[in-house]
């Protein structure tokens, strides 16, 4: 889950800036999902800098469960390579991060955006 109110602070509320974060970070997510994907079936070198990457820009924009999942998978990386099961697991996150990401997008209109913030 997104934390709007978040997002609005590190955006100074600007809202035109929260939509371009987002579609920005939607495309990290993208690659992220390939990158996790990539990695169970052949070593990837840049997963553990791409799970970084991603980490740091899910706390800037509030996605603070995917941050953490991000955070235990980067943490097993240093270690070994993730499990299907484990790979598994993130690209569902992935994905329900994604998903939430892209209907703030869609509703984007910017005082969609700041009705959401309010709500929560």
């Given at each position: 889950?997104?934390?709007?109110?978040h997002?609005?602070?590190q955006t100074?509320?600007d809202?035109?800036?929260?939509?371009?974060?987002?579609?920005?970070?939607?495309?990290?997510?993208?690659?992220?999902?390939?990158?996790?994907?990539?990695?169970t079936?052949r070593?990837?070198?840049t997963?553990?800098a791409?799970?970084?990457?991603?980490?740091g820009?899910?706390?800037?924009?509030?996605?603070?469960g995917?941050?953490e999942?991000?955070?235990?998978?980067e943490?097993?990386?240093?270690?070994?390579a993730?499990?299907?099961?484990?790979?598994?697991?993130l690209?569902?996150?992935?994905?329900?991060?994604?998903t939430e990401?892209?209907g703030?997008?869609?509703?984007?209109?910017?005082?969609?955006?700041?009705?959401?913030g309010?709500?929560?």
């Amino acid at each position: 889950m997104i934390d709007l109110e978040h997002l609005a602070r590190q955006t100074a509320g600007d809202l035109s800036l929260q939509h371009e974060l987002l579609t920005l970070f939607q495309t990290q997510l993208d690659e992220l999902r390939d990158c996790v994907t990539a990695a169970t079936q052949r070593p990837h070198v840049t997963l553990e800098a791409t799970l970084h990457r991603v980490r740091g820009a899910a706390v800037a924009i509030g996605a603070f469960g995917l941050a953490e999942a991000l955070g235990r998978a980067e943490a097993i990386c240093d270690q070994e390579a993730l499990s299907p099961l484990q790979s598994a697991t993130l690209v569902a996150v992935i994905e329900a991060t994604r998903t939430e990401t892209t209907g703030l997008i869609a509703a984007s209109a910017p005082q969609r955006l700041a009705k959401a913030g309010e709500s929560r």
